[in-house]
């Protein structure tokens, strides 16, 4: 026991050394001290070789006591010699001051000695404190024992005899005179007003604040926010900055000529003004998504160099009434300000549909949108643009001459828009030499320009993913067949039985394709799973298609019915799949789009049915879809009978390769005598006969 208390001391002294600013191990150090000998802890303390804090004064009191050296301390009535504990310097944490302190102490005889343990947990507050009381504490101890002595004119006092009834000392703030507590009070008093007075003006703000955030009275409609958001601020009263200009719009020449008047008018406004021209007030752009409505509307502003505030319907519409009334209000107030300006609200169809009676009370939004732009004159220098995919569902009033005039169709690129669009992609983009812009663009009809920005963006990941330098066709048609076909699931299971049965059932949509005049070209065959599909055939229109004539749906018809009727020739009638359902859903819908809408049925007649017809005329129009349906089957089943073998050819070709390109697909059928539909032999033939002469 004695070496393991040896072994921890030398350990502690050890640690003590080695940290000397270590407040802890200093501590640990003297209470281990105490322990065994109090006179290495004075030693320790007055040598002052590391930090300590009031904890460290604590023990070395402790040591004193136990060592009766606290009497070189304290006073000597004989001697004259006066007390030194406040030549002591202590290591203060927390120099604060105590406005009274109330203690007890054990007194024993004689009188002015005491125990200092009383004192301990007076000393964890503040040594520099504790220095002070216990000088003062002998003092006033010195004239307790003079006045129980009898040697004082003062009442005499009993200093305290036992444990039990201890002295009780109170040490309290000196008296302050009845001024000095006046102007305490008085101070108080305008501390307290003058809080009560900030909070006021504060509740005050809040509540307008909040007021004004719900579209209230008393609220400026310009500068203030319709949220507590800062960035809602800001969009409201400053206009954003456009960098865009027209060489940035490629796709849509017709729109952007439609638009240059507007730009030289917001350039140069006089030059209209003195002839009496008026612009028209507001434009409405129009058309699919993603053509490039709102990046126009930008370009305009950007060419024109004048501010441009952006708005979406959505913003209008809040769950308090008026809101978006008040927010309506805020916008125009502002871009009168900064006139010459445009005003621009994409997917207007949120805030501007059509008005229902029942729901008047929430088009509050609308009404204050229509009161706004007849508020000000059309050469004022506000141009008021808008966007929307939904033309038809907008309210009259708001299309109306005088607010939005003129309608501006955007509508998807053609063959030069769609090889302009990919030409400004892939401007900054290194490429390889078998790129050919003008190719792909042929074999993109019906993208817009953000199928082809994702085009080349899936492009350039794939390019990256095999650690190409350079964009290559191989990745341009990958992202092609990604987007029209989905993506392959490589991974996925599928037994040999299922898949020679996709393989046929695909091989009857291509064979109907190639030899049904007036059916698109086959871009690709697949049997590879992509997206919800087994496998498809993709076709694309050889150029762009403005109207679609009655022959070449009815080869749509066509193609849809290959599938089926190929299973059924090969495997069986008991033995087809569920694997025809889109094709028959997709025939039957377009069955009744000829017959409902188009009015291509001899029985029906050139008539456009209405949305809920008569029973007897609901019963003819089925009967001339189920006829349409039934000339289709009977057509395909006769063909793929005739070029049986060539579907047995491109069948077993498909489960060898998967994946087979149009120019593939013509080679293998090409000893048949098929890869062409007869009409373009005869046409070819006749091409080559007149080359020939």
Known sequence: MRKRKERRLAKLIAEAEANP???????????????????????????????????????????????????????????????????????????????????NCLVVSPLYQFHLTSFISLFTCNGYIMVQLMVNMFSQLQELKQRASGNSDEPILSPGTSERQPLHVIMVEPKVSNKSHLVQDLLSTVVFIVAMGV????????????????GGVGTSSV???????????????????????????????????????????????????????????????????????????????????VPFFYRAGSEFEEMYVGVGARRVRSLFHAAKKKAPCIIFIDEIDAVGSTRKQWEGHTKKTLHQLLVEMDGFEQNEGIIVMAATNLPDILDPALTRPGRFDRHIVVPNPDLRGRQEILELYLQDKPLADDVDIKSIARGTPGFNGADLANLVNIAAI?????????????????????????????????????KKLTAYHESGHAIVAINTEGAQPIHKATIMPRGSALGMVTQLPSIDETSISKKQLLARLDVCM????????????????????????????????????????????????????????????????????????????????????????????????????????????????????????????????????
């Open 562 to 693: 290959g599938g089926r009727v190929a299973e059924e020739i090969i495997f069986g009638q008991d033995n087809i799949t569920t694997g025809a359902s889109s094709d028959l859903h997709t025939a039957t819908e377009l069955a009744q789009y000829m017959v409902s809408i188009c009015g291509m049925s001899d029985a029906i007649g050139p008539i456009r049915i209405k949305e809920r017809p008569s029973s007897e005329m609901q019963s003819r129009i089925d009967a001339e879809v189920v006829k349409l349906l039934r000339e289709a089957y009977d057509r395909v089943k006769a063909l793929l009978k005739k070029h049986e073998k060539a579907l047995h050819a491109l069948a077993n070709a498909l489960l060898e390769y998967e994946t087979l390109s149009a120019e593939e697909i013509r080679r293998i059928l090409l000893p048949y005598g098929e890869g062409r539909p007869p009409k373009q032999q005869e046409q070819e033939s006749a091409e080559a006969e007149l080359v020939l002469v």
């Open 223 to 305: 500068g203030s926010s319709t949220s507590f958001s800062p960035k809602e601020l800001n969009k409201e009263v400053m206009p954003e900055k456009i960098a865009k200009t027209f060489k940035d719009v490629k796709g849509c020449d017709d729109a952007k000529q439609e638009l240059e008047e507007v730009v030289e008018y917001l350039r140069n406004p006089d030059k209209f003004t003195r002839l009496g021209g008026k612009l028209p007030k507001g434009i409405l752009l129009t058309g699919p998504p993603g053509t490039g409505k709102t990046l126009l509307a930008k370009a305009i502003a950007g060419e024109a160099g």
């Open 462 to 498: 794939k390019a990256a993913v095999e650690g190409g330098e350079k964009l290559a066709a191989a990745q341009l048609e990958f992202a092609k067949d990604r987007i029209i076909m989905g993506t392959e699931r490589k991974t996925m299971s599928i037994s040999e039985e299922s």
């Open 21 to 103: 600013n270590d407040v802890a191990k200093q501590t640990a150090l003297l209470v281990e001290f105490n322990k065994h000998s109090p006179e290495c802890v004075i030693k320790h303390f007055e040598e002052r070789e590391g930090a300590v804090d009031s904890r460290g004064v604590v023990e070395y009191l402790r040591a004193l006591v136990i060592t009766n050296a606290i009497a070189e301390y304290l006073p000597n009535e004989e001697s004259g010699k006066p007390s030194t504990l406040h030549t002591l310097k202590f290591h203060v944490l927390r120099p604060w001051t105590v406005p009274f302190v109330t203690m």
């Open 199 to 214: 909070v006021w003006v504060l509740g005050i703000v809040a509540l307008q604040k909040y007021i004004g955030s719900l």
